[in-house]
T-cell receptor, first 114, second 110 residues
């Protein structure tokens, strides 16, 4: 099992550009999450999904969008990049019987907006 | 009180030392608590879960004090490889998401 994979690993965007961060898991987990982590700060939940076709906002959803068409994939879209979105983005998943608890994280995407 | 609060450190200790981190939380109804470990520029990984008064796994012991609403992580016989940031994690009130603390940084030196 590859676990949770994320692409790209690094990206530099100009203000106003859009992009999609990809996340895939091969553990057949129903629950998936997107977090951002700013330097010296804890992880903040952006969006989460409890299964294909179901998504919900987390603590900091503004400026982002998500979709969940399959169990495996949970892409995060930045609509119009702003410097405040410079951060490390982590995707995570958890098994259906351990909702929100034992989460498995991908390696992260480091995004810089200039 | 903040949802989850940790002493950021850093804690600088020699190999073999015993070190303890504390974490306070605001949700008195929380039934489960977690410690995640995050290496520099890496993803967080689950270290320990705490569902009752405490949990022990080798050199690591997590203890829960519900009356004072804090959990602690004790590391005995510290190794160089224990150098990392330790994140205290508590479910939110709705039970729909995890709240991550900012983390406590540990540096173990030889």
């Amino acid at each position: 099992n590859a676990g949770v994979t994320q692409t790209p690993k690094f990206r530099i965007l100009k203000i106003g550009q859009s992009m999609t961060l990809q996340c895939t898991q091969d553990m057949n987990h129903n629950y998936m999450y997107w977090y951002r982590q700013d330097p010296g700060m804890g992880l903040k939940l952006i969006y989460y999904s409890v299964g294909a076709g179901i998504t919900d906002k987390g603590e900091v959803p503004n400026g982002y969008n998500v979709s969940r068409s399959t169990t495996e994939d949970f892409p995060l879209r930045l609509l119009s990049a702003a410097p405040s979105q410079t951060s490390v983005y982590f995707c995570a998943s958890s098994p259906p019987d351990r909702f929100a608890y034992e989460q498995y994280f991908g390696p992260g995407t480091r995004l810089t907006v200039t | 009180r903040k949802e989850v609060e940790q002493d950021p450190g850093p804690f600088n200790v020699p190999e073999g030392a015993t070190v303890a981190f504390n974490c306070t939380y605001s949700n008195s109804a929380s039934q489960s608590f977690f410690w995640y470990r995050q290496d520099c520029r890496k993803e967080p990984k689950l270290l320990m879960s705490v569902y009752s008064s405490g949990n022990e796994d080798g050199r690591f012991t997590a203890q829960l004090n519900r009356a004072s609403q804090y959990i602690s992580l004790l590391i005995r016989d510290s190794k160089l490889s224990d150098s990392a940031t330790y994140l205290c994690v508590v479910p939110n009130q709705a039970g729909t998401a995890l709240i991550f603390g900012k983390g406590t940084t540990l540096s173990v030196s030889s």
